[in-house]
C-alpha cells in the first residue's frame, strides 16, 4: 500500500462519513470537516433509508423531460422546478435533456446495479459489526401500482431487470397483500425486488461516526470551508474560519454545496439541488414490514421500528431549504390513494423534515480524482442514492486514495465530464 496520507474529507454526510471509516480503515490519517453541527438533519438523515439493487436506471432517462414538463405546473406532483432567471439552471437542464438517452442509460444501468450490488453487501458487513443495530431488514421492496396501466408499466421494467440479472417478480394485488398482511393497500398490483433492503438512517449515521471514531477519524464540526491553498496541481492546505489544515489528499463531498467549492478552485461540475420532503409517523394506524414505493406518485415508504416514514418529491428550487406547505400536502394526498386505512389526521402535528439531493445532469455520481489537482476527489451527486450507494462510495474512494485501481471501472463518473 502507499505510505500513510493525511486526508482532509470535506462534509459530513454519508458519503463523507463512509469515505471516512474506509480510509482510516487502510491506515490513513482522516479529518473530516462540515460546516454544521453533529446534530445536524441533512440529506442523509430523513430519508427513506432505502438501498435499493432496483434502482439501475439514472434519473435523466427517456420519457423524464416530458414527465417532468408535465408534473411541473401542478404544485403538488412528485416534481417541481421554481421558476428563477439562473444560468446554473439552463445549463443543467440542457445536460439533462442531452442524457435522457437509451444509449446513455444502457451504459449507466450495468455499472448502477455492479455498484449497488457491492454496496449492499457493504450494508451487511457493516451490519455485523458491534454496535451496528441500524436496523438492516432485508426482506424486499414492493413497486406498488395503483392503476393496471402502472402494473403493466412495471412489468415491463421488472423484464429488464431480470435480464440484468437483478431479479424482480410481478404480483398481482393478492400476491401483495399475501406478502405483507399488515397493510392494507389499495392497489392493482406490484413489483416485488427481493435484493432490495431498508433501514433507518439516523441509526446508520450514528453507528457509522461510531466506527470512523474507534478507527481514528478526526470529526471537526462547524468548520465551513473558506478557500485552498494551492502549489501548482497541488492542494496544500484547506482554509477554515477556525484554521488551515495541511493535506495529501482532499475529497470533496459536500452533496449540493459540492459546485460551490468546485467553483472556487475553477472546476465546473454541475449539480441541482433536488429538495425532497418526508414525513415520520410514530404510532401509524398500520406498519407494513417491507419498504415500497408508490410508482404512480413517486413515494417511498419505509418502516422504520415501529415507526413509519414516507417520503417524496423532487423540488428544484435552488439552495433553498425552506419547506413548502404544499409540497407536503401533496405527498399526504398521494399516500392515502394507496393506503385507505390511513387519514389526514394521522399526519396531524408531524414536522416535515426537508433536505436537498444533489442531482448531477446525467443522474450518475460523481466519484475520482480531477485532472486539474493531483490531490483533489470528488464524490457528490448522489442524488437519491447516497445512502444506498454509500459504503460502495466509501471503499472505492479508499482504494483510489491508497494507488490502486478501484474494483468497479468509473469512467462514466469522472468529475471532469463536463468541464
Known amino acids: 500500500m502507499a505510505k500513510d496520507k493525511s ?38 438523515f430523513g430519508n427513506a433509508g432505502m438501498v435499493v439493487p432496483s434502482h439501475f436506471i439514472p434519473l435523466a432517462a427517456p ?39 437509451a444509449a446513455r442509460v444502457s451504459r449507466a444501468a450495468p455499472l448502477l446495479r455492479d455498484l449497488s450490488f457491492a454496496s449492499r453487501a457493504g450494508f451487511e458487513e457493516l451490519a455485523a459489526l458491534p454496535k451496528s443495530d441500524f436496523g438492516l431488514t432485508t426482506r424486499g421492496l414492493l413497486m406498488l401500482c395503483k392503476t393496471q396501466h402502472g402494473l403493466d408499466e412495471e412489468a415491463k421494467f421488472a423484464e429488464r431487470a431480470n435480464e440484468l440479472g437483478v431479479p424482480a417478480q410481478v404480483l398481482d394485488a393478492k400476491g401483495a397483500a399475501a406478502l405483507d398482511p399488515g397493510i392494507t393497500m389499495d392497489i392493482a398490483g406490484a413489483v416485488l425486488f427481493p435484493k432490495d433492503a431498508h433501514l433507518t438512517p439516523g441509526r446508520f449515521m450514528s453507528a457509522l461516526r461510531a466506527h470512523g471514531e474507534a478507527a481514528g477519524v478526526r470529526f471537526k464540526w462547524n468548520t465551513e470551508v473558506t478557500g485552498f491553498t494551492r502549489e501548482g496541481r497541488q492542494l496544500k492546505a484547506v482554509r477554515t474560519a477556525r484554521g488551515d489544515f495541511a493535506v495529501d489528499e482532499v475529497v470533496v463531498c459536500g452533496g449540493s454545496w459540492s459546485p460551490v467549492l468546485a467553483d ?16 415520520t409517523l410514530p404510532k401509524p394506524p398500520q406498519l407494513p414490514q417491507l419498504c415500497s414505493i408508490c410508482t404512480e406518485a413517486r413515494l417511498a415508504v419505509t418502516p422504520m421500528g415501529s415507526a413509519l416514514r414516507i417520503g417524496g418529491t423532487m423540488e428544484i428550487a435552488g439552495l433553498n431549504e425552506a419547506i413548502n406547505p404544499v409540497r407536503v400536502r401533496g405527498i399526504i394526498k398521494s399516500a392515502l390513494k394507496y393506503f385507505p386505512k390511513f387519514s389526514e389526521s394521522d399526519f396531524d402535528g408531524i414536522q ?28 457528490t451527486g448522489h442524488a437519491m442514492m447516497g445512502l444506498s ?5 466509501g471503499k472505492l474512494m479508499a482504494q483510489i486514495l491508497s494507488g490502486e485501481a478501484p474494483q468497479i471501472d468509473l469512467s462514466l463518473l469522472s468529475p471532469d465530464r463536463y468541464k
Open 7 to 44: 486526508i482532509l474529507i470535506i462534509g459530513g454526510g454519508v458519503i463523507g462519513l463512509c469515505t471516512a471509516y474506509y480510509c482510516s480503515r487502510r491506515g490513513h490519517q482522516v479529518t473530516l470537516l462540515d460546516r454544521e453541527g453533529p446534530a445536524h438533519d441533512g440529506c442523509s
Open 63 to 101: 420519457g423524464m423531460v416530458a414527465l417532468g414538463l408535465k408534473w411541473m405546473w401542478n404544485p403538488e406532483s412528485p416534481f417541481y422546478i421554481k421558476p428563477r432567471l439562473d444560468f446554473g439552471l439552463l445549463d443543467w437542464g440542457f445536460k439533462f435533456w442531452q442524457a435522457s438517452t
Open 264 to 279: 472556487e478552485l475553477g472546476l465546473h461540475m454541475p449539480v441541482q439541488a433536488g429538495k425532497g420532503y418526508s414525513l
Open 352 to 379: 416535515p423534515w426537508r433536505g436537498l439531493r444533489p442531482c448531477s445532469p446525467d443522474g450518475l455520481p460523481y466519484l475520482g480524482r480531477t485532472a486539474r489537482f493531483e490531490n483533489l476527489s470528488f464524490a
Open 389 to 393: 450507494l454509500g459504503p460502495i462510495t
